[in-house]
């Protein structure tokens, strides 16, 4: 599985990272996490608000901070 936090870097952003690997490591999956900090790359991505998440190249969360039960959920 690809993971990739798309942020500029903000601590919103930071802090979701965190959680995204918190959440990879409770779920057991095993991942590849990448950071996106690159805004002309996020927008190519159609991501207009950050924090976002993509799994294998798929956005699947954007402009929400979700708890790490949330994205264990989002991640199974």
Do not use: W
């Amino acid at each position: 599985m690809k993971i990739e936090v798309l942020g500029t870097g903000c601590p919103k952003c930071v802090e979701f990272e965190k959680r995204v690997k918190e959440a990879v490591k409770l779920t057991g999956v095993k991942a590849e996490i990448t950071h996106v900090y690159d805004i002309n790359k996020i927008i190519e991505r159609n991501v207009f608000a950050t924090p976002a998440l993509a799994v294998d190249g798929k956005v699947v969360l954007s402009g929400k901070l979700p708890s790490v039960q949330e994205l264990t959920i989002l991640l199974k």
